[in-house]
């Protein structure tokens, strides 16, 4: 069993930035893909980014390439999700996901395992 909690969350507004975080536990070792999914209301959830916490390979959606940044701390069984030049379009409920897969991309919501309970991201125009 894999525990995962998001933080980092809030309001700001367009161009702004902020930096989510998501702390694991448990069997960490089951954990070879982490990624960041999305959730508008009334909307599909979709991947954002991964990485693959032993090779650090990562892999992000068409989106956010350029203006987000995955990055971890596997001494702390932690990843981020740098967040720069955000946009309304942004604005998601965003939840950490892990997966026993060697990631090789990023991957859909059925090939991950284990959730969080989701943080708050909402951006002002």
């Known amino acids: 069993q894999v525990q995962l909690v998001e933080s980092g969350g809030g309001s700001v507004q367009a161009g702004g930035s902020l930096r989510l975080s998501c702390a694991a536990s448990?069997?960490?070792?089951?954990?070879?893909?982490m990624a960041w999914f999305r959730q508008a209301p009334g909307k599909e959830r979709e991947g954002v980014a991964a990485?693959?916490?032993?090779?650090?390979?990562?892999y992000y959606a068409d989106s956010v390439k350029g203006r987000f940044t995955i990055d971890q701390d596997n001494a702390k069984f932690t990843m981020y999700l740098q967040m720069n030049s955000l946009k309304p379009e942004d604005t998601a409920m965003y939840y950490c996901?892990?997966?026993?897969?060697?990631?090789?991309?990023?991957?859909?919501?059925?090939?991950?395992?284990?959730w969080g309970q989701g943080t708050q991201v909402t951006v002002s125009t």
């Open positions: 990485v693959h916490t032993s090779l650090g390979s990562t």
């Open positions: 448990g069997e960490t070792y089951r954990r070879n893909c």
């Open positions: 996901a892990a997966a026993y897969r060697f990631c090789s991309n990023l991957g859909g919501e059925r090939d991950y395992t284990y």
